[in-house]
């Protein structure tokens, strides 16, 4: 008898759909792709990096953004001793929550490294880019250790 | 406003893998018991039905439909669904009965997380342009969280263990509880570091299971002679999408939440806290202002099993248990869902009159 054949499908977790940025989340995306990063000032005064749309604690919609710059320092961090396969690292990494200069709030991102001993909170790091840059999150290909 | 009443509730076994059974298989066994503990014959004999669940863990779009299959939903019945732990589905029929929309209501959360890889489908909640992208997982944004407690001096390692030790000593008693033992803050501070600074035994287990609750009025619990607990208070707060503009450090919504369902006018006895991780039982703690008086998490918490879309619901129905059976008058319950104690539901639950 024959072996029946398996029916199977491809399934990709994710958005399958594209839908526009708008002002602010666009125009910081269209900055990466130019290897720039701007934040936004908060109702407060605050520069957030990435620009929110809105300011958590009083609504009011936000426009005026701020260009910051390509370093900064690490506020806190996670030491991935085994990365996952959608990770952005096949090597151990750290997950960390990094203040640009000019920034009053840390953003995530992930930082490379050869050892957890090296990385550290206060250490200063530095923004590198893809070869490619597309207008994405991942143009800034990872921080490393200045 | 009507006094709601918590007169029964029940869960499965959190299981690690649950291997062929499905959801649907899941959950009956749960409503089974529910029913027969209450004294109803099924869904016909309740005015709502509210269900909590996560189309992400089932990998599929409308997949709570199979959960409303298993409560046999014909001839129709009043039916709504949140894409969320059971708990919130348990506020919205809080907020149906105070309505006057119906007098009772059942709810019923239920996941199975072992067929995909949770950290990473959890990472596809997060912000879709600034953290998704990144696949950011959920033990890593907790692990960064758990840093900058210890590198501010507000917890230490060995804090972190003694609250693993007291959730695997707990769960002893807790027939359901999937990880338990007789281990002390020196055993778990031995172990390597997993996803630095937590260990494994920092986060919660990957579980599958189910649970249930059934509320009504206070007239109706009467009616239907059952002990009961009462709801005295409920709230639930977000906070900011954006984890680098919240004091990860603390939890306002919880302790506004709290505030809200009236935990200050009196003692209490017992709390039920929905801490993924070991500092999150701790922040969580103190932004209540718990103190000695009050048992934290004697089912173990979710450290010893978590039941996703049920471990809130759950949360509440341990409170409910210890009050129905008398070691507690007055008992807090916690909910949380999004990364780093994001999202915040407390209710408030105080022993009923004496049928």
């Given at each position: 008898?024959?072996?029946?054949?398996?029916l199977?499908?491809?399934?990709?977790l994710?958005?399958?759909?594209?839908?526009?940025?708008?002002?602010v989340?666009?125009?910081?995306?269209?900055?990466?792709?130019?290897?720039n990063?701007?934040?936004i000032?908060?109702?407060?005064?605050?520069?957030?990096?990435?620009?929110?749309?809105?300011?958590?604690?009083?609504?009011?919609?936000?426009s005026?953004?701020?260009?910051?710059?390509?370093?900064?320092?690490?506020?806190?961090?996670?030491?991935?001793?085994?990365?996952?396969e959608?990770?952005?690292?096949?090597r151990?990494f750290?997950?960390?929550?990094?203040?640009?200069?000019?920034?009053?709030?840390?953003?995530v991102?992930?930082?490379?490294?050869?050892?957890?001993?090296?990385?550290?909170?206060?250490?200063?790091?530095?923004?590198?880019w893809?070869?490619?840059?597309?207008?994405?999150?991942?143009?800034?290909?990872?921080?490393?250790?200045? | 406003?009507?006094?709601?009443?918590?007169?029964?509730?029940?869960?499965?076994?959190?299981?690690?893998?649950?291997?062929?059974?499905?959801?649907?298989?899941?959950?009956?066994?749960?409503l089974?018991?529910?029913?027969?503990?209450v004294?109803?014959?099924?869904?016909?004999?309740?005015?709502?039905?509210?269900?909590?669940?996560?189309?992400?863990?089932?990998?599929?779009?409308?997949?709570?439909v199979?959960?409303?299959?298993?409560?046999?939903?014909v001839?129709p019945?009043?039916?709504?669904?949140?894409?969320?732990d059971?708990?919130?589905?348990?506020?919205?029929?809080?907020?149906?009965?105070?309505?006057?929309h119906?007098?009772s209501?059942?709810?019923y959360?239920?996941?199975?997380?072992?067929?995909g890889?949770?950290?990473?489908?959890?990472?596809?909640?997060?912000?879709?342009?600034?953290?998704?992208?990144?696949?950011?997982?959920?033990?890593?944004l907790?692990?960064?969280?758990?840093?900058?407690?210890?590198?501010?001096?507000?917890?230490?390692?060995?804090?972190?263990?003694?609250?693993v030790?007291?959730?695997?000593?707990?769960a002893?008693?807790?027939p359901?509880a999937?990880?338990?033992?007789?281990?002390?803050?020196?055993?778990?501070?031995?172990?390597?570091?997993?996803?630095?600074?937590l260990?494994?035994?920092?986060?919660?287990?990957?579980?599958?299971?189910?649970?249930?609750?059934?509320?009504?009025?206070?007239?109706?619990?009467?009616?239907w002679?059952?002990?009961?607990?009462?709801?005295?208070g409920?709230?639930?707060?977000?906070?900011?999408?954006?984890?680098?503009?919240?004091?990860?450090?603390?939890s306002?919504?919880?302790?506004?939440?709290?505030?809200?369902?009236?935990?200050?006018?009196?003692?209490?006895?017992?709390?039920?806290?929905?801490?993924?991780f070991?500092?999150?039982?701790?922040?969580?703690?103190?932004?209540?202002?718990?103190?000695?008086?009050?048992?934290?998490?004697?089912?173990?918490?979710?450290?010893a099993?978590?039941?996703?879309?049920?471990?809130g619901?759950s949360?509440?129905?341990?409170?409910?248990?210890?009050?129905v059976?008398?070691d507690?008058?007055?008992?807090?319950?916690?909910?949380t869902?999004?990364?780093?104690?994001?999202?915040?539901?407390?209710?408030?639950?105080?022993?009923?009159?004496?049928?």
């Amino acid at each position: 008898m024959s072996q029946p054949e398996i029916l199977n499908q491809a399934f990709e977790l994710g958005f399958t759909y594209t839908r526009s940025t708008g002002p602010v989340v666009g125009r910081f995306l269209t900055e990466l792709k130019k290897r720039n990063i701007v934040g936004i000032k908060a109702s407060d005064g605050r520069v957030i990096v990435p620009p929110m749309e809105y300011d958590p604690d009083t609504a009011e919609e936000l426009s005026e953004f701020v260009e910051v710059g390509q370093e900064g320092e690490i506020i806190s961090f996670a030491w991935v001793k085994h990365p996952r396969e959608a990770h952005p690292s096949e090597r151990p990494f750290a997950w960390a929550m990094i203040k640009l200069d000019g920034a009053d709030v840390p953003m995530v991102h992930w930082v490379a490294s050869d050892s957890e001993e090296l990385v550290s909170t206060g250490a200063r790091v530095k923004a590198t880019w893809s070869d490619d840059t597309k207008g994405y999150i991942t143009d800034i290909a990872c921080f490393e250790l200045v | 406003m009507k006094e709601i009443a918590i007169v029964g509730y029940q869960q499965s076994d959190a299981v690690s893998d649950a291997g062929a059974q499905n959801e649907v298989e899941l959950i009956i066994p749960v409503l089974s018991r529910i029913f027969e503990q209450v004294g109803i014959t099924n869904a016909q004999d309740v005015d709502f039905v509210c269900s909590g669940s996560c189309d992400y863990l089932q990998g599929a779009a409308f997949a709570f439909v199979l959960g409303v299959d298993a409560l046999g939903a014909v001839p129709p019945i009043k039916e709504s669904h949140v894409e969320m732990d059971a708990a919130w589905a348990l506020y919205e029929s809080v907020l149906k009965i105070r309505m006057g929309h119906a007098d009772s209501a059942l709810v019923y959360g239920f996941g199975k997380s072992s067929p995909g890889e949770l950290p990473i489908v959890l990472s596809q909640q997060l912000d879709p342009y600034y953290l998704a992208p990144q696949w950011v997982d959920t033990i890593s944004l907790a692990a960064m969280q758990a840093r900058m407690m210890l590198d501010r001096g507000l917890i230490t390692e060995r804090d972190m263990a003694e609250v693993v030790a007291r959730s695997r000593r707990n769960a002893l008693d807790n027939p359901h509880a999937q990880l338990k033992g007789d281990v002390t803050a020196d055993d778990i501070l031995a172990e390597e570091t997993y996803l630095s600074p937590l260990r494994r035994s920092d986060c919660c287990p990957i579980s599958d299971g189910a649970s249930a609750m059934v509320i009504c009025t206070v007239e109706k619990a009467k009616a239907w002679g059952k002990p009961y607990a009462v709801i005295s208070g409920i709230d639930h707060i977000i906070e900011s999408h954006n984890p680098g503009m919240r004091d990860l450090t603390d939890s306002v919504s919880t302790r506004k939440a709290a505030e809200n369902a009236g935990m200050g006018k009196g003692k209490v006895d017992v709390a039920e806290l929905y801490a993924p991780f070991s500092h999150q039982e701790l922040i969580l703690s103190r932004a209540l202002g718990l103190g000695d008086d009050t048992n934290i998490n004697p089912s173990g918490g979710v450290l010893a099993g978590n039941l996703m879309m049920a471990s809130g619901l759950s949360r509440i129905g341990e409170v409910f248990n210890r009050i129905v059976a008398g070691d507690a008058e007055r008992g807090v319950a916690h909910t949380t869902s999004g990364p780093c104690l994001q999202h915040n539901l407390v209710a408030v639950l105080d022993k009923g009159e004496v049928a």
